[in-house]
Structure formats: structure tokens, C-alpha cells
């Protein structure tokens, strides 16, 4: 019997609650209200007490896609009471568990009724276990009954990641620290829930380095509409690279928030725009979500391998015949030996793929005494890799490495497996990826500027037809140093390449390489192409922080003058201003060009009004200026104002 003085109503929030009832006894109606409610909880506890005594807890499984392959990386377990019952819901379960003194008994018994699910219902990929920080620290879970309970259902320890809540404060941060290096000793993962939601699990981050990140629904509803969660996402981004950590985007529900989470870089996704929660959970992704996938951005690398070209996954495919997953080993080891180029063998069911086999690893198996005997016959699953790499065919080479570099090192021998709209097409190794990065920097390198090494002529206009191809809007940018030639004839060739590599490294810093495109024509004229929402402010902090980096690379008096003393073209000495940039801007819609010459034709023209304001006495631009072509591109100009640069 729980203690009823918890549960009587209180007249004074921050008395104790026998103090309370002291000072102003309860009205009749407060005393029946009180009584109704201890026995309400009371059912409930015994509700609880059955559910657990008899197992009717099941979990549903939440799909988590991947966007960097265009797959399925696994499942979320949300765990549920019986659907008939009042503890149906999760909150009414976890609340009634925690005024039991059953919260331990209840994550033991999820725990335990998810794994048995995921491994029935034989779910590829990964499958993420909600866990509460005290939960790690029991004995239970540390004693090697998790350890037996995957080595019955054949699951192995790395397709498991431990996802922390942050529902409890956390008392013992060293501890769990201590049980985390236990748990990845033995394979698991770590994730931490709800990033954003508090301080604490900010701190658990830095503390804990885990594997992946969720962040909060908050910050990703109506992120597409929202310039403040879009910064806040893109922070956490940023912290996620340092850390080597895949972020996980929770409560996507509109095409828009799934279409710029995707954009931004963002590793993974979840919500109910990608599917719900259910107990037999799609294995492939649903029409809208492909259809949103297929509205593939631009690539922004200009290693593309050859004018016109974007390497993908399916051009690194090979056909290999997979066998079925209900195939004995002893047909695999045949296949094997009959077939002494396989290094590996995808295993699917039906279409799709479920599991690798490696060469080495399975015949390293059956060389043992018996193994032949005692496992020949049985299915090949049990040796396979049940959560091998999966990526969809239209997978650029840029996301494959990334995959690879941040995934276990067997992926590396294994290589991964490729799709189409979730059917298996074939395999593709890593050696085979490296010699295409190798080939395509060679390619890059064939095509980049020699001072800067940034992409030139040909790469930019690759990338500006790749743009236009796509119909994703963007903004085209000419940058030119004005003063140039007065300033390099003066100092000579060498200061004058420093300025061009200064303009350079300034450029690359003002852009978002997730997003932007920077080239560089040639001499001291450069392009990039914008997809960055404050692309216009992006602009105006260049000019400022080129004018300032030039003054810093001349005496104290030429930066107080604004200038130095040179001789002219006719040979006469007259006073020269400091080099400055002229930035000409255009937009670009879906249909406004055909190719990138007429991209590159209107901002040329809009290059030449920049330069004309910044040379015209009238006007405020105080050395460099930027115009923006706000018409249409038949025609027409517009002043922009420079705004306060903090």
C-alpha cells in the first residue's frame, strides 16, 4: 500500500503534505477525490504486476534512415502495454512503474520483449534500446543475462545501440562513464535522446562521446521555416563532426523539414514523415519518402570524375549472385570454393538484402575440427553479418567514404551492398572506392587552379549545369579585386599572389562547404555559387574582412592613408587606394538559364555595375561594393545599401 498522505491533495505547494492537512484539514469532496485516486493507482500497480508476470508487453519499431545511403539503419524500440488495458500507453506504464518501485523490473522486461521481437521478425540493420541511466548501472543488466539473451537469439552485440534518456538527473556521471566502457568493450553503441531538451545531456556528450546524437523534435519542426533552429541544428552539426558522432534528426513529419535536414548534411532521420511506429515495421522506405530522397541537391564537390559525370554507388556495383539466407553453409563454403574471386557474399530474403558473409572469416570457421559436421547443414545466418552496409544506388561517392571512415573496420574488407528502391542490385568493394577517389582527385587536380587549388573553369561549369539541372535555385556570385594591377605592379608578383591566396582562404571561410561552391577563373577573378540562406550578409563581411586583411599586409601609414604612392600608366606618380573587392550577384530560378554560359554572362554583367559603384564619387561604398541583380535577367539593377557589420 502506497503512503495516501503523498496523494491527498495539498493546500500549500511547498509545505509538507501532513503539515498541510494540519494547518486546513480537506473538504469531503477533496477526501473522496483522494480515496478514488489511491484506488485507481492501486489498480494500476496490479495492472502493472500482471503485465509483467504473464509478458504482455510488446514493443513497435520506429524506421531510423539513413540519408547519407539512402537506407534503413535500423529500428527504434517504443515499448507498449496490452491494448485493452489502461497501462497501454507508455507514459501511463513508466508512471505507474516509478510509484510501484517497478521502473528496474519494467526496462529489464522491455528489454527483454524487444530484443525477442526484433530477432522473431528478423529486422536488418540496428536496433536502438531506450535506456535509463540507473537501468545501466544495475546488476541485472551487467550480470551477462543480455550477454546470453543475444547469443540465444542470435543477435549480435555491435547491431545494438543503448539510446540514454534523460528522464532522471544524473547522480553518478563516473559510473555510468565506467558502465559505458564495459558495454563498448563488448560491441554495443551509444546514443544520447532529445539533444536540446537540457543542459544535462549536453554535458553527457562531452562526457560520454556516444555514437550518435538525437536531437530533439523541438528543433527540427518547422526548421525549414525557422533561420533561429536551422543555426541551432547547424551548431550541433558542427559539434557532431568534432566528435565523430552521427546525428539523428527525431520528429520529422513535413516533406519540407525532411527535404533540409537532408540538406544540411544531417546524418539520419526519424518521424512520422519516414513511417510510424509499428509492431511489424516496413523494411523498405515508402513512396513519399523515396520521392522526397529523389530530389537529389547538387552535389557540391567538384570531384566529379570527368565533365558531366557524378559517380555513384551503382557505378561501383558488381552483379554478384547473393544466396538465399535459408541456404545451408555448406553450400556457401561450395560456392566459395568453386568461386575463388569472392571475397564476399550478400545474403537477402526475397529482394532484399539481410546479411554479408566474408570468404575469410567463413572458411577461418570451418577449419576448425567439427564445424563441418555440427554446422554444415544449418542456415547460413548464423555466421553471416547481420548488419552489413547498405547504401541506395544513387549514394554519392563522397557519402560512401564518409560511411566507410566513420563505420567498423570489417566494413572496410567487406564492402557494402547496393540497392534499388530497396531490392538488391549488387556489391561494391573499397578498394574499388578508393581507386575512384584517387582517380577523381587526379581529375580535380587536373582542372583546379595551380596558386589556389581551388576548382577552375571547368569544374565551376560543371558544377553551374549540375545546378541547373537539378531546378534548385541558387545564387551566382562574381568576385573581382578592384586596384588590382596598380598594386601588384608596385610590390611585385609575389605580394600580389599572396593577396589572390589571402582572397582565397577569406572566401572558403565565408562559405558553408555543405552547401556553397567556390571557384576561381583565374588571376584575381573568383566565383561561387550560394545555396546559404544569408548568403547577401556572407558577401558584405567579405568585403569588410578582405579590406582589413589588405591594409594588414602594408605599413602603418598606407592603411591610415587608405593607400600608397605609385606611378600611373602615363608614368606619373599619383596616390593608388588599396586593392578592394567588386561582388556582382545574381539569382538563379528553376528556368531562368539553359547553361552555365549565360549564368556566367549575368554575373559577369552584374560584376561590371559592382565595379561602377564602387568607382563612382556619389557613392558610400567606401572601397569595394556589391550589387544584386533583383530583376529578372532581361534587365534591370538595384542599389544595395551596406549594412552594419558588428
Known amino acids: 500500500m502506497h503512503d495516501a ?71 527504434e524500440s517504443l515499448i507498449r502495454g496490452p491494448e485493452d488495458s489502461p497501462l497501454h500507453r507508455p507514459d ?100 544520447i535522446d532529445d539533444l536540446g531538451e537540457g543542459f544535462a545531456n549536453l554535458r553527457m556528450w562531452s562526457e560520454l562521446r556516444p555514437e550518435f546524437v538525437k536531437i530533439d523534435k523541438h528543433f527540427v519542426h518547422g526548421i525549414a521555416d525557422d533561420r533561429i533552429k536551422f543555426h541551432f541544428v547547424r551548431a550541433m552539426q558542427d559539434l557532431a563532426e568534432i566528435g565523430n558522432a552521427s546525428l539523428v534528426a527525431e520528429g520529422i513529419e513535413r516533406s519540407e523539414d525532411f527535404i533540409c535536414v537532408r540538406d544540411m548534411g544531417i546524418a539520419c532521420g526519424q518521424g512520422y514523415f519516414i513511417a510510424r511506429p509499428e509492431r511489424q515495421p516496413p523494411r523498405q522506405l515508402a513512396g513519399r519518402t523515396l520521392t522526397a530522397l529523389d530530389q537529389q541537391s547538387s552535389a557540391l564537390s567538384h570531384l566529379t570524375g570527368g565533365p558531366g559525370k557524378l559517380p555513384t554507388a551503382r557505378t561501383l556495383l558488381k552483379p554478384i549472385e547473393p544466396v538465399h539466407m535459408h541456404a545451408s553453409n555448406a553450400e556457401v563454403i561450395a560456392r566459395f570454393e568453386a568461386e575463388p574471386e569472392l571475397d564476399v557474399l550478400p545474403v537477402v530474403q526475397g529482394t532484399q538484402p539481410v546479411g554479408m558473409i566474408n570468404r575469410h572469416s567463413m572458411i577461418d570457421r570451418f577449419a576448425r575440427p567439427f564445424r563441418k559436421e555440427l554446422f554444415g547443414r544449418k542456415s547460413c545466418e548464423l555466421f553471416m553479418d547481420h548488419a552489413p552496409l547498405v547504401v541506395d544506388q544513387h549514394a554519392t561517392i563522397q557519402e560512401l567514404a564518409m560511411m566507410l571512415s566513420l563505420a567498423p573496420k ?25 581507386a575512384t577517389i584517387t582517380e577523381m582527385q587526379i581529375s580535380a587536380a587536373r582542372y583546379a587552379n595551380p596558386l589556389t587549388q581551388l576548382p577552375g573553369n571547368v569544374p565551376i561549369n560543371e558544377h553551374v549545369d549540375r545546378m541547373l539541372s537539378s531546378g534548385s535555385p541558387f545564387v551566382a556570385v562574381y568576385i573581382d579585386i578592384d586596384d588590382f594591377k596598380p598594386f601588384n605592379d608596385t610590390f611585385g608578383y609575389r605580394r600580389g599572389d599572396d593577396v589572390i591566396q589571402l582572397l582565397a582562404r577569406l572566401l572558403c571561410g565565408a562559405t558553408d562547404e555543405r552547401l556553397d561552391f567556390v571557384g576561381h577563373i583565374g588571376g584575381d577573378d573568383f566565383f561561387v ?102 530583376r529578372s535577367l532581361s534587365g534591370g539593377e538595384a542599389a544595395v545599401p551596406r549594412p552594419r557589420l558588428n
Open 92 to 191: 501511463q506504464l513508466f508512471a505507474t512503474a516509478a510509484r510501484s518501485g517497478r521502473a528496474l523490473d519494467l526496462e529489464h522486461a522491455s528489454r527483454e520483449a524487444s530484443l525477442r521481437a526484433f530477432a522473431a521478425q528478423r529486422l536488418a540493420g540496428r536496433l536502438f534500446l531506450n535506456v535509463t541511466p540507473t537501468c545501466l548501472l544495475d546488476s541485472r543488466l551487467m550480470n551477462g543475462h543480455t550477454r546470453a539473451l543475444l547469443s540465444e537469439l542470435g543477435l549480435a552485440a555491435n547491431r545494438i545501440v543503448l539510446e540514454l534518456t534523460e528522464n532522471e538527473r544524473i547522480t553518478d556521471l563516473p559510473g555510468i562513464h565506467e558502465a559505458l566502457l564495459h558495454y563498448r568493450g563488448r560491441g554495443f553503441q551509444i546514443a
Open 529 to 630: 555559387i550560394f545555396r546559404s540562406a544569408d548568403w547577401e550578409m556572407r558577401c558584405w563581411q567579405l568585403i569588410a574582412g578582405f579590406g582589413e586583411a589588405v591594409a594588414n599586409l602594408l605599413g602603418v601609414d598606407e592603411r591610415l592613408r587608405g593607400g600608397y604612392m605609385a606611378e600611373n600608366r602615363r608614368g606619373e606618380l599619383s596616390f593608388q587606394p588599396l586593392p578592394a573587392l567588386s561582388i556582382g550577384a545574381v539569382r538563379i530560378g528553376p528556368g531562368d538559364c539553359e547553361s552555365h554560359r549565360e549564368v556566367a554572362a549575368a554575373a559577369s554583367a552584374a560584376k561590371k555595375q559592382a565595379k561602377k559603384r564602387a568607382k563612382n564619387p556619389a557613392s558610400d561604398s567606401m572601397g569595394g561594393g556589391l550589387f544584386i541583380e533583383r
Open 410 to 434: 570489417h566494413y572496410l574488407f567487406d564492402g557494402f551492398i547496393v540497392t534499388g528502391d530497396g531490392c538488391y542490385l549488387g556489391v561494391g568493394s573499397s578498394h574499388d572506392l578508393m
Open 5 to 75: 498522505r503523498r496523494l491527498l491533495p495539498q493546500h500549500d505547494a511547498k509545505a509538507h503534505p501532513v503539515t498541510a492537512l494540519q494547518s486546513s484539514p480537506p473538504k469531503l469532496d477533496d477526501w473522496f477525490f483522494s480515496i478514488e485516486t489511491i484506488v485507481r493507482i492501486d489498480e494500476e500497480a496490479v495492472e502493472l504486476q500482471r503485465i509483467l508476470t504473464e509478458g504482455l508487453l510488446f514493443p513497435v519499431f520506429q524506421p531510423i534512415l539513413d540519408f547519407r545511403v539512402r537506407a534503413i539503419l535500423g529500428y
